[in-house]
């Protein structure tokens, strides 16, 4: 079973950055597509990001698109959210995700993620 721990998050400035990391614990990492979630107080869980399992492909929404950089390195079992540029609607509790590349498409389906990380904060002062 693979577990998901992610790190990172905090309070930033409008405009700032942080870089949120997703660290896994099965070497299955490296066949998952993985992706990015967040959930704002009040507001269902929406997809922010994901990544395919070599890393060569990537998938954004669009509200982040151009702001946000997905990233992966398997060789550490690590994902990364490099986030630039946040703006106050960016608050939320951010989750990673995988998705077995051998049971989802691509990009993967909301539903095609099985295992959940438990969040990390991410707070935007104006």
């Known amino acids: 079973q693979v577990q998901l721990v992610e790190s990172g998050g905090g309070l930033v400035q409008a405009g700032g950055s942080l870089r949120l990391s997703c660290a896994a614990s099965e070497l299955a990492f490296s066949t ?69 590349r051998y049971s989802s498409t691509w990009p993967p389906r909301d539903h095609d993620y099985n295992y959940w990380g438990q969040g990390t904060q991410v707070t935007v002062s104006s």
């Open 32 to 100: 998952d597509h993985m992706g990015w979630f967040r959930q704002a107080p009040g507001k269902e869980r929406e997809f922010v990001a994901a990544a395919s399992w070599g890393g060569g492909k990537t998938y954004y929404t669009d509200s982040v698109e151009g702001r946000f950089t997905i990233s992966r390195d398997n060789a550490k079992n690590t994902l990364y959210l490099q986030m630039n540029s946040l703006k106050p609607e960016d608050p939320a509790v951010y989750y990673c995700a995988a998705a077995s």
